[in-house]
């Protein structure tokens, strides 16, 4: 793989610093992502903390799921030696480009993760995996993928995940309201009409299925789970009174949060499911 050039980077000592210089050029570069990285600047503020407190600088990271490079950036700043990898709707945008030059970020074109033939030649090299927002948008059979970052990880290595928690009081509701109405269940029919493959929740989990599904995947994995609330603002005080009460219970807050953590390496137990057609005693 070609040596990338590499650039002196101002060091920040907290993740505001860091947010605050990244919000910065977000704002310098007006490239269309600002609604975004002003709608996620708080989950950036929790989740680089808790990274920092997981898995401290200096280490090598790997963001899946790079998007428009604003957490790899902000792990940049903070003195990792950060990786991404991403479709190439991402990775090959101007400014996106732009970023991953300035801040020393090596973002890899990945537009097919199913297969698990990505970044050859680095296996046992990451201390510290984010696969932050991104398990929901999953649609094909995830072992191959995840044999692929067990490979990649390092004997003591860690995945750092976040994703909303399927049983957040709004999301129950809203799936009774569309059964009483006969609506369906799932995602609405416009929903998969009118967005890109990867921009829908296809699937969304609890804390329980979180563990039992990292412990099928192998038994070297162990994993802790923690519920967090990010939807708690809102203008409407009844609603947002509602929300603080139910927020309360830990099982009900929005998000989830799960420390992935290799205790070693003895094997990746899961096995990829075959076809009649495929399998070895079927006839030609």
């Known amino acids: 793989m070609a040596a ?22 977000v704002e310098r ?11 996620q600047r708080a989950r950036y503020l929790r989740s680089l903390k808790r990274v920092e407190e997981i898995r401290p600088a200096p280490c090598r990271a790997l963001d899946i799921g790079s998007h428009y490079l604003h957490q790899s950036v902000l792990l940049s700043l903070l003195g990792y030696e950060v990786w991404g990898i991403d479709v190439e709707l991402f990775t090959t945008a101007g400014f996106v480009a732009e970023r991953s030059k300035t ?11 199913e297969n698990g033939d990505f970044l050859k030649g680095q296996e046992d090299f990451f201390d510290l ?19 692929r970052v067990y490979e990649l990880l390092s004997p003591k290595g860690t995945i750092y995940l976040t994703t909303p928690n399927s049983l957040r ?12 109405t006969f609506r369906g269940i799932g995602l609405p029919v416009e929903e998969i009409f009118q967005n890109v493959t990867y921009g829908h929740h296809w699937k969304e989990y609890s804390a329980r299925e979180i563990q039992k599904y990292f412990r099928m995947l192998s038994n070297d994995f162990g994993v802790e789970t923690s519920w967090y609330s990010s939807e708690l603002a809102d203008n409407n005080q009844l609603k947002r009174a509602i929300k603080g009460i139910l927020a309360a219970v830990p099982c009900f807050r929005s998000d ?15 096995r990829i499911p075959q076809l009649p057609m495929h399998s070895s005693g079927a006839q030609k």
């Open 4 to 25: 990338q050039e590499t650039h002196a980077l101002p060091r920040c000592s907290t993740v505001v610093e860091a947010i605050n210089v990244l919000s910065e050029l």
């Open 29 to 39: 570069q007006n490239a269309g992502d600002a609604p975004y990285f002003r709608g």
């Open 103 to 113: 801040f020393n970020i090596r973002n890899m074109t990945v537009n097919v993760l």
């Open 129 to 147: 995996v984010l696969f932050t927002e991104t398990i929901e948008h999953i649609t094909f059979n995830p072992i191959r993928f995840w044999r």
């Open 169 to 180: 009081p709004a999301a129950l509701a809203r799936t009774l309201f569309n059964m009483a």
């Open 256 to 270: 989830l949060e799960a420390v992935i953590r290799l205790s070693g390496k003895t094997g990746f137990s899961a």
